[in-house]
């Protein structure tokens, strides 16, 4: 492994577009001996200087001129970041295929965390790091605003296209949506507000100061910080602080028939539980229990499936909260994704201020240390690790893991040079929206039943749906019309 040393650790160069770049000791040492030789020959007197100049010419062969670039070059891509971005879209479709058959691989119904709860947090974190890259220079703010502003208005409407219900099910030609039961939040959605955001936060809450260490790091950036804290009281503020009325729900049971009532007795506040929590409680109240997802994590529970932890039959005791609407990606849970997204930041903002690669994973780990460990802490007194809520222990254990996953795979492809292994990772890191376009929203498989032969049952997929070949192209490119609750990529 070659031996690095830092360039600089601070930006004190105003042109420098590379965010990664570390030098071999050999041509570190050449730039100072030229450094060393141009003082001395500043100060020396013109014979003496003329000597060194001889000396320097029998030594140093005549540099070649050599021919300008046509095009200005680009500042060369963190392969790691690409390659983690690809590392969880394999993830994602890992727990989508697998997550109903192992339940070590699915949602955790409620309280706890399992590898598909990891999914989300590390897109948001790589949404984070991404931004401190693409506006660590800024010609003019309000230019960066608007174009911030419509990419997040591009991913607000090509998640309520993928997820509104617009799409049906598989064997399900047809499509369009009611308006007046359409899905208002979801993945996409969720993303496009942390976006916004944090894309906001690095516009126009960054200091003027130099950073040439961790404090300076953190006051350049403390109104950034401050906007993370503010939303983290808000968060726990409303979370135990909101009073939850009763509240009751319908549903259909035929078409004709008078919708089944059910009742849910609350009257209380800071319950985290599944029936009186203060997040479904906004959801219902802003976006209306119609617009929420109508096949909630919890009702895999014990309390709520004979086969817990998978889905199933209600036991004959369930309670009446079981098949109420719940939204995962509901209003107040996305002020802690934002969170999230601001933690990424910060990781993004130590690749542009250091360029040494042991100062950047010091950096690294003492902040991932911090979260996951105060995460734990929290879970430990009562503040349990929550996916549905977006709890906070769960935004400091998520973000922490994203942390140390990146640093491995930092180490591994931009320090030790291994990136042939990780190729395949690269490329869907580099292509992430489409693929999850193509192989979690159904659009490519509804794409194939859309030809058919004289009957719409008639395509493709249907008429090879019992060859093992198709059922295993299935598994990779279909998921579950009810798992949208755990895909999203930028």
């Not at 399900?172 to 899905?183: A, C, E, F, N």
């Not at 490329?427 to 659009?443: D, E, Q, R, T």
Request: hydrophobic fraction near 45%; include cysteine; glycine fraction near 6%.
């Amino acid at each position: 492994m070659a031996s690095y040393e830092a360039i600089k650790n601070f930006d004190d160069d105003e042109n420098d577009d590379d965010v990664e770049l570390a030098l071999p000791h050999n041509q570190i040492s050449e730039s100072r001996s030229a450094t060393v030789s141009s003082a001395i020959g500043e100060t020396a007197p013109p014979h003496i200087h003329n000597k060194i100049e001889e000396q320097r010419s029998r030594h140093q062969p005549q540099p070649q001129p050599q021919p300008q670039p046509l095009t200005q070059t680009k500042s060369p891509r963190l392969v790691s970041l690409d390659v983690f971005r690809g590392l969880t879209v394999a993830l994602m479709i890992l727990v989508d295929d697998a997550g109903g058959l192992i339940p070590a691989l699915n949602h955790s119904p409620w309280n706890g965390l399992t590898l598909a709860d990891y999914v989300m947090p590390f897109f948001l974190f790589i949404v984070g790091v991404s931004l401190a890259l693409t506006y660590k220079k800024l010609s003019c703010r309000v230019v960066a605003s608007r174009k911030a502003s419509l990419r997040a208005l591009k991913l607000l409407a090509l998640g309520l296209f993928l997820q509104g219900g617009y799409f049906h099910r598989l064997n399900d030609l047809t499509y369009g949506v009611d308006m007046k039961q359409i899905r208002w939040m979801g993945i996409l959605q969720r993303i496009a507000l942390g976006y916004l955001l944090s894309a906001l936060c690095e516009i126009w809450l960054k200091g003027d100061d130099t950073v040439n260490s961790g404090t300076s790091l953190l006051r350049k950036y403390r109104y950034q910080w401050a906007v993370a804290l503010i939303l983290s009281v808000l968060y726990l503020y409303l979370l135990y602080g909101l009073y939850v009325p009763d509240w009751e729900y319908q549903i259909p049971t035929e078409p004709s028939a008078v919708p089944k009532i059910f009742s849910v007795k609350c009257g209380v506040r800071g319950d985290t539980g599944p029936a009186c929590n203060a997040v479904g409680m906004i959801d219902r109240t802003i976006l209306g229990i119609q617009h929420l997802y109508r096949r909630p994590i919890y009702a895999r529970m014990p309390e709520c499936s004979i086969n817990s932890p998978n889905y199933g039959p209600l036991p004959p005791d369930a309670p009446a909260w079981c098949q109420a609407p719940f939204d995962p990606e509901g209003l107040l849970s996305s002020v802690m994704a934002i969170v999230t997204c601001l933690v990424g930041l910060h990781y993004g903002h130590i690749i542009v201020h250091f360029k040494d690669h042991r100062v950047r994973i010091i950096y690294w780990m003492i902040p991932t240390s911090c979260l996951v460990v105060f995460g734990l802490v929290l879970d430990l007194f009562g503040m349990h690790i929550n996916k549905v809520l977006y709890s906070l222990s769960y935004m400091c254990v998520t973000a922490g893991a994203a942390g140390i996953l990146f640093v491995g795979i930092y180490l591994m492809v931009d320090v030790w040079g291994y990136s042939r292994m990780t190729t395949v990772m690269e490329w869907m890191g580099m292509h992430a929206l489409m693929i999850y376009i193509l192989a979690a929203c159904n659009v490519f498989p509804i794409f194939l039943q859309g030809f058919y032969w004289g009957n719409p049952h008639n395509n493709i997929v249907t008429s090879l749906s019992h060859s093992s070949l198709v059922l295993i192209l299935q598994r990779i490119f279909c998921c579950k019309s009810d798992s949208n609750n755990h895909n999203f990529l930028l």
